[in-house]
């Protein structure tokens, strides 16, 4: 892997590149129904994307629900999975986090990347839901980092 870049997108070709990672790793590698995918709230999201010698290879959005930063839609083309790009867009996205005053950070989870999250500081909390017909658990961080369940 070359140069790595993350970044908020900034323009709309990015935000496109950013859809079209998201269906290629989401609807058609995970089966999510197009309809779970694009649920509407896009427009109220910030848009993270990754690039690997200005190849588009990752993407993720932000939200702000209720004073709390939520984590969404982090994908790596699957070409790129396992070389730090996930790393690299979730150590960008809890610095963001952070730097907008936030107190809490969470993320839904799909059971099958609880470690991975885990590594940045999340906890699980609650039980194991269905989204999308996958199982996913929520995780969040605290601004402490001393996470109350």
Same mark, same amino acid.
């Given at each position: !892997?070359?140069?790595?870049?993350v /970044?908020?997108?900034?323009n709309?070709a990015?935000?496109?590149d950013? #859809? /079209?990672i998201?269906?290629?790793?989401?609807? $058609?590698?995970?089966d999510v129904p197009?309809? /779970? $995918?694009?649920d509407?709230l896009?427009e109220?999201a910030?848009?993270i994307?990754?690039?690997?010698?200005d190849?588009?290879?990752?993407?993720a959005?932000?939200r #702000?629900?209720?004073?709390k930063? @939520? %984590? $969404? /839609?982090l +994908?790596v %083309?699957?070409g790129?999975q396992?070389?730090g790009i996930?790393?690299a867009?979730m150590e960008? %996205?809890v610095e963001?986090?952070? @730097?907008r005053?936030?107190?809490?950070? #969470?993320l839904?989870?799909q059971l099958?990347?609880?470690?991975?999250y885990?590594?940045?500081?999340?906890s699980?909390?609650?039980e194991?839901?269905?989204d +999308?017909?996958?199982d996913h @658990? $929520? !995780?969040f961080?605290? @601004?402490d980092?001393?996470?109350?369940?």
């Amino acid at each position: !892997m070359g140069h790595l870049e993350v /970044r908020h997108i900034d323009n709309p070709a990015e935000l496109d590149d950013v #859809f /079209r990672i998201r269906h290629i790793v989401f609807v $058609e590698g995970q089966d999510v129904p197009p309809d /779970r $995918e694009w649920d509407g709230l896009d427009e109220d999201a910030e848009h993270i994307i990754a690039l690997s010698d200005d190849i588009p290879v990752g993407c993720a959005r932000i939200r #702000f629900p209720g004073g709390k930063a @939520k %984590l $969404e /839609r982090l +994908a790596v %083309l699957s070409g790129y999975q396992g070389t730090g790009i996930g790393s690299a867009v979730m150590e960008y %996205l809890v610095e963001y986090a952070w @730097k907008r005053g936030v107190d809490e950070i #969470f993320l839904h989870a799909q059971l099958t990347t609880l470690e991975f999250y885990s590594r940045f500081g999340f906890s699980p909390r609650g039980e194991v839901f269905d989204d +999308a017909n996958i199982d996913h @658990k $929520e !995780m969040f961080i605290v @601004k402490d980092r001393q996470n109350v369940h």
